[in-house]
T-cell receptor, first 116, second 114 residues
């Protein structure tokens, strides 16, 4: 059962563009939503994360928008650069504030290409 | 390098052979996870250790798979009688317990079963 759905599968933008990647979830127990960036041959690296008590979080050029009622969240990359070309995964974690451990449910991934 | 270390980075094996992978987590982390990632997909949870105790196993982890974490330090993942469907990237991650939920991933072991 795919609990986190991610779109699009791939995305091509020009340098300076603002790619947007969307995710939707079903499990209302999810309460921590990280985004990971993965380069070829490397493991995923945490980029930015949000909890559902806020609607937006910014860190540098990366912004997460969160819509709790719609159970959707998205990643925006401002002023994208060729070095941002990578695969991006959204993920979700249930009961993050309690005693639950960090078992992540990942989306399918989006391959982002930023042309110079 | 104080990150999560996985060995080997690549493994090619013949169908039916047994393989073992090793993960050395960040030294202060007491939680350790194994994930499997197939081409074009996100990582899928396989199993979780808190210290030396294996507390959860995914249904993806068939009887041919076994994981250990002796003394709560490094972990090994063994696959017996490998099948072509086992070909994937096997990722290890570690984290602190408590409120810090960030998991740090290793670079993975790429398994190819021929």
């Amino acid at each position: 059962q795919q609990q986190v759905k991610q779109s699009p599968q791939s995305l091509i933008v020009q340098k300076g563009g603002i790619p947007i990647i969307n995710c939707a979830y079903e499990n209302t127990a999810f309460d921590y939503f990280p985004w990971y960036q993965q380069f070829p041959g490397k493991g995923p690296a945490l980029l930015i994360a949000i909890r559902p008590d806020v609607s937006e979080k910014k860190e540098g050029r990366f912004t997460i928008s969160f819509n709790k009622s719609a159970k959707q969240f998205s990643l925006h990359i401002m002023d994208s650069q060729p070095g941002d070309s990578a695969t991006y995964f959204c993920a979700a974690l249930a009961n993050a504030g309690g005693t639950s451990y960090g078992k992540l449910t990942f989306g399918q991934g989006t391959i982002l290409t930023v042309h110079p | 390098d104080t990150g999560v270390s996985q060995n080997p980075r690549h493994k090619i094996t013949k169908r039916g052979q047994n393989v073992t992978f090793r993960c050395d987590p960040i030294s202060e982390h007491n939680r350790l996870y194994w994930y499997r990632q197939t081409l074009g997909q996100g990582p899928e949870f396989l199993t979780y250790f808190q210290n030396e105790a294996q507390l959860e196993k995914s249904r993806l982890l068939s009887d041919r798979f076994s994981a250990e974490r002796p003394k709560g330090s490094f972990s090994t993942l063994e696959i017996q009688r490998t099948e072509q469907g086992d070909s994937a990237m096997y990722l290890c991650a570690s984290s602190f317990s408590g409120s810090n939920t960030e998991a740090f991933f290793g670079q993975g072991t790429r398994l190819t079963v021929v």
